[in-house]
């Protein structure tokens, strides 16, 4: 199971490693892939956040398109044709 190291939030005094407390509140599926996704809340700040916020691919919109555009541009493909 997923132990959160730290609040993610930059203005809470635990996100520097300071001592840390938090809750479970929840989950929910993930729309891209159906993935449960769980949620938190800060012992200290009180602000929600999920396991997803620690991710390579949190914010990306379509994280599935990461590693064939890292090949194509690995193997030295244009932009413009990877873009297409």
Do not use: I
Not at 26 to 46: E, I, P, T
């Amino acid at each position: 199971m997923f132990t959160p190291p730290c609040c993610p939030n930059p203005l809470c005094s635990s996100h520097q490693g300071q001592p840390f407390t938090y809750q479970c509140r929840g989950s929910f599926h993930r729309a891209l892939d159906d993935r449960l996704v769980q949620r938190y809340s800060c012992g200290v700040c009180g602000k929600f956040f999920s396991d997803q916020s620690f991710r390579l691919d949190y914010r990306l919109r379509k994280p599935k398109l990461t590693e064939p555009v890292f090949w194509m541009l690995a193997s030295k493909v244009t932009h413009r044709q990877t873009a297409r």
